[in-house]
């Protein structure tokens, strides 16, 4: 089904998997690269592995990202941006945001089918 | 719509923006540049951060949140395992200068429309400093304070969504964090 293909997509680029198991770090590094992207963080939660945050520019991004154990050797981290009112649903400002984020964390971000 | 672009000083230009569904027309796509580091990530970076010696995460935490409240803020959210307080405070935003324009306009029969209310939210981050082999050090801190802020004018419209990134008000809050921090450290 057309729907069923088009979320299949969205969570693959909405999505990467690094190699590590420290959840801690990686929200850690998540939070500073928010910073760096000029967004204030509005929440964070270590046990439910999540960070939300706001970017003021002129005009509003709000982005949640969430950090998850994929197996016992990788961390699997998720985003999802909406801008203005709006969910942001294509894949490039995700890649940016990835790009960012495996410079924090010194890793390479893996993508997932 | 209008858009204002980043790091431009916008006490001169009042912008109406409306954020609401009834917004039609406008583009709906993300900046493209929104997720991309600036040439002057760098510098931001070390404009908003810190580094302080001598003293453990929780307690440079305890020692932020007491300078938060000093200056007048709320504490919204916090999550010390990953050390994020987030605050913020409403207050007027009324300007003499807008006001005056405002009346010699009505004077004309125009109308020009005041900011009334400000929300200033500040995120305040704290991370170990790294050691020589890139562990994270229990007696070192990083400190990052990201800082935002919303305007409304008289008519309840958003005016104005900026970030802050005046030098001055980031070394006046390290200089209140350093006394707190000092204060702090010897159980007062």
């Keep these: ?113 | 719509m209008y858009r204002l672009h980043p790091g431009r000083r916008s006490g001169w230009a009042v912008v109406v923006l409306v954020l609401a569904a009834s917004l039609t027309g406008c583009a709906a796509t993300i900046p493209k540049d929104a997720l991309i580091p600036t040439p002057d990530t760098l510098e931001r970076r070390q404009l908003q951060s810190r580094r302080l010696d001598g003293i453990s995460e929780t307690q440079l935490l305890a020692a932020s949140a007491g300078v938060l409240q000093d200056l007048g803020f709320n504490i919204d959210e916090s999550e010390t395992k990953l050390g994020v307080i987030v605050a913020s405070k409403d207050r007027s935003a009324f300007s003499a200068g807008q006001i005056t324009a405002a009346v010699a306009l009505a004077l004309l029969g125009a109308y020009y429309s005041v900011d009334k209310t400000q929300k200033i939210r500040v995120s305040l981050v704290t991370r170990p400093a790294l050691s020589a082999d890139g562990k994270p050090r229990p007696d070192a801190q990083v400190i990052r304070i990201t800082i935002q802020r919303l305007v409304w004018n008289v008519e309840n419209q958003l005016t104005r969504i900026e970030a802050i990134e005046e030098p001055a008000i980031y070394q006046a809050f390290f200089e209140k964090l350093s006394k707190s921090v000092f204060l702090e450290a010897q159980q007062i």
Excluded at chain 1, 1 to 24: C, P
Excluded at chain 1, 36 to 52: I, P, Q
């Design chain 1, 1 to 113: 089904m057309e729907m069923d293909q088009s979320a299949v997509q969205l969570r693959s680029y909405q999505q990467r998997a690094f190699d590590t198991a420290d959840k801690e770090q990686t929200l850690r590094s998540v939070i500073a690269t928010l910073q760096d992207l000029s967004f204030v963080v509005d929440k964070a939660d270590l046990d439910l592995g999540t960070v939300s945050a706001t970017k003021l520019s002129g005009y509003q991004v709000r982005m949640t990202v969430t950090a998850r154990p994929r197996g016992t050797t990788q961390m699997l981290v998720r985003a999802n941006a909406q801008y203005m009112d709006k969910a942001v649903e294509s894949p490039k400002p995700y890649q940016d945001f990835f790009t960012a984020l495996e410079k924090s964390m010194f890793l390479t971000a893996h993508q997932v089918d």
